[in-house]
């Protein structure tokens, strides 16, 4: 009886003890809770005006060129440096993130990702402001840039044009090494900012710039490789054999013989859009329409309306104007904003497609969530819901009821239709390859010859022969390079992950098997898969989750190998 009773007080007084003990955590865990939302609330106080008002000169300066707008943008985003460059915020979000006793899920994510963008920014200050000083300087320098053919100043679009429609070899290469004239103007520079931003990352103990921001946003470089790798062998027989079917074409539409083919024959600066080879003119079903109504009527017509969205944006060439094409979200409110060059041609089709993907899926995250939250849940899942839509653009279903081209024409354009969407991914796919690696390697050791490193990659992935004598800096005429470091490929992977989307979309929706022949015109239903599984859950989740919760799955290349590749 003793020895029972015994047990009995010691089992009472532990099981005491561990009800103390669990509720003495319990609100510990409470307390530190509340101290990590009241030290989120007090960053946020000052991070998010800055970042309004810092995302909105940034867009005004790519819209005029002026030197006071990109002065103006410089320094808001030297202050937002300085904010995130906060020693004790950074000390104290490291503290909590080591104690892992935040047990709200949505809050555990919010240090999770101000964790890393404090770390990513734990380093001296002047460097910050000189990276940023110097990346300000080389993007003004790329949007004020006009190659010069002859003596007449010309832009993106023209030197396109000429490359795309010439058949004439000498106005061809002309044109070529007009636009490849900005290399000399912003390589030097380059390199210094590369050295900068490697001395940014090894200060906080990363390798290199390039590891650091596949870490940093949540990327194993290894796996990334390890993709890459494996999409090098799914595409190079494939492309090896479209890439013949391209020099035979170009041999007979230049009249010179395969060893004579250069780059500038490819139509495009960089081969990474796909040579029309094809006999159909797709430019020809979009001359005179306009093209940002239909991309309006469209999103409108999947329960995704743009129409606020398109007032606030910059959609036509301007002097001084940034030539490329962005979507930016000023404040995570729903001011979405796009910045254009538009022409009624199957090119500005598919980009005003593409950045309006990327427009409704920041319109459409919720401002109930967190702000930091607010954004997609990677930047390539962002990319893969704009190439989703960029796609339709040579769909001719798609054509038919937007464009209203005629049923003797989709038959026609149909099978060369799809024939030139394949080309066009695995000729992209060929080039994400050479900015991929070029990158890795540039970040590894940016005192290589990076020309020669530039040409070698660009004959192994591409199949494009080296111009005799090519010692240029070419690789520097690729504005992402500088100021879109450490991105590109974020675009391949959105690419898999469309044709995910695709298949899911026509499986589980359109109840089809057929990825290719659907024109998802007026379907609410997939607009409302998007809305709902894609767009609403913003950053809560890892990126890999969301896209298992949304498709059922996560990342394969078997889709995209399925429609493109098999």
Same mark, same amino acid.
């Given at each position: 009886m003793k020895i029972k009773f015994l047990t009995r007080c010691f089992l009472i007084g532990f099981v005491a003890t561990l009800l103390y003990n669990c509720n003495n955590m319990e609100n510990q865990s409470k307390d530190m809770d509340q101290e990590l939302k009241a030290l989120i609330k007090e960053i946020e106080s000052k991070y998010i005006p800055l970042y309004k008002e810092s995302a909105i000169a940034d867009f005004n300066a790519n819209v005029t060129g002026k030197p006071? !707008?990109?002065?103006?943008?410089?320094?808001?985003?030297?202050?937002?440096?300085?904010?995130?460059?906060?020693?004790?915020?950074?000390?104290?979000?490291?503290?909590?993130?080591?104690?892992?006793?935040?047990?709200?899920?949505?809050?555990?994510?919010?240090?999770?990702?101000?964790?890393?963008?404090?770390?990513?920014? $734990?380093?001296?200050?002047?460097?910050?402001?000189?990276?940023?000083?110097?990346?300000?300087?080389?993007?003004?320098?790329?949007?004020?840039?006009?190659?010069?053919? @002859?003596?007449?100043?010309?832009?993106?679009?023209?030197?396109?044009d000429i490359l795309k429609k010439s058949t004439d070899s000498k106005k061809l290469e002309e044109a070529w090494l007009a636009h490849k004239r900005i290399g000399p103007v912003v390589s030097a520079d380059i390199i210094r900012l590369v050295k900068l931003r490697n001395e940014l990352a090894k200060s906080i103990g990363f390798n290199n710039y390039h590891e650091m921001k596949l870490?940093?946003?949540?990327? !194993?470089?290894?796996?990334?490789?390890?993709?890459?790798?494996?999409?090098?062998?799914?595409?190079? !027989?494939?492309?090896?054999?479209?890439?013949?079917?391209?020099?035979?074409?170009?041999?007979?539409?230049?009249?010179?013989?395969?060893?004579?083919?250069?780059?500038? $024959?490819?139509?495009?600066?960089?081969?990474?859009?796909?040579?029309?080879?094809?006999?159909?003119?797709?430019?020809?079903?979009?001359?005179?329409?306009?093209? =940002?109504?239909?991309?309006?009527?469209?999103?409108?017509?999947?329960?995704?309306?743009? !129409?606020?969205?398109?007032?606030?944006?910059?959609?036509?060439?301007?002097?001084?104007k940034n030539q490329h094409a962005f979507c930016s979200d000023m404040d995570n409110e729903g001011d979405v904003r796009v910045l254009c060059n538009v022409k009624d041609n199957e090119r500005w089709m598919n980009t005003m497609l593409h950045e309006y993907g990327h427009a409704i899926y920041d319109k459409f995250i919720p401002t109930t969530l967190p702000f930091v939250l607010r954004d997609p849940a990677h930047t390539f899942t962002t990319e893969a819901v704009a190439m989703f839509f960029g796609r339709l653009a040579k769909n001719p279903y798609w054509m038919k009821e937007t464009v209203g081209i005629k049923d003797e024409d989709v038959k026609k354009i149909s099978d060369i239709g799809f024939k030139t969407l394949r080309l066009e991914q695995l000729t992209f796919s060929r080039w994400a390859q050479v900015m991929y690696r070029f990158e890795k390697n540039m970040y590894e050791n940016p005192d290589q010859d990076l020309n020669k490193l530039w040409w070698n990659l660009v004959e192994k992935y591409q199949m494009l022969k080296r111009p005799a004598g090519r010692d240029e800096p070419d690789w520097a005429t690729k504005a $992402?390079?500088?100021?879109?470091?450490?991105?590109? $490929?974020?675009?391949?992977?959105?690419?898999?992950?469309?044709?995910?989307?695709?298949?899911?979309?026509?499986?589980?929706?359109?109840?089809?098997?057929?990825?290719?022949?659907?024109?998802?015109?007026?379907?609410?239903?997939? @607009?409302?898969? /998007?809305?709902?599984? =894609? /767009?609403?859950?913003?950053?809560?989740?890892?990126?890999n989750d969301m896209i298992e919760k949304a498709t059922g799955e996560k990342l394969t290349a078997r889709y995209y190998a399925k429609q493109f590749v098999n």
């Open positions: 006071e !707008d990109f002065k103006k943008s410089e320094e808001l985003q030297m202050q937002l440096n300085k904010i995130f460059a906060d020693t004790a915020y950074y000390a104290k979000l490291k503290k909590f993130k080591e104690a892992n006793a935040i047990k709200n899920d949505t809050l555990k994510r919010e240090l999770e990702i101000y964790y890393n963008r404090f770390l990513e920014s $734990h380093a001296d200050t002047a460097k910050l402001n000189a990276i940023t000083k110097l990346q300000t300087a080389i993007t003004k320098k790329y949007g004020n840039f006009r190659a010069k053919i @002859g003596k007449d100043s010309v832009p993106d679009n023209t030197i396109e870490k940093l946003y949540e990327q !194993d470089p290894k796996d990334v490789e390890k993709l890459f790798d494996e999409l090098d062998n799914l595409t190079r !027989d494939a492309f090896a054999k479209l890439k013949g079917e391209i020099d035979d074409y170009f041999i007979k539409r230049y009249k010179i013989k395969k060893e004579e083919l250069m780059p500038w $024959h490819y139509q495009n600066r960089y081969f990474q859009e796909a040579p029309a080879i094809y006999s159909i003119d797709l430019d020809s079903y979009y001359k005179g329409k306009d093209i =940002v109504a239909i991309t309006q009527k469209y999103y409108e017509g999947i329960g995704a309306p743009i !129409d606020d969205l398109i007032k606030k944006s910059d959609l036509f060439e301007k002097p001084g $992402h390079i500088a100021s879109y470091p450490c991105y590109y $490929h974020n675009y391949l992977m959105g690419e898999l992950l469309a044709s995910q989307f695709y298949n899911y979309v026509c499986e589980k929706i359109l109840k089809t098997k057929d990825m290719n022949l659907q024109s998802y015109v007026g379907n609410k239903e997939m @607009g409302k898969f /998007f809305v709902e599984k =894609v /767009f609403a859950p913003g950053s809560l989740y890892p990126w």
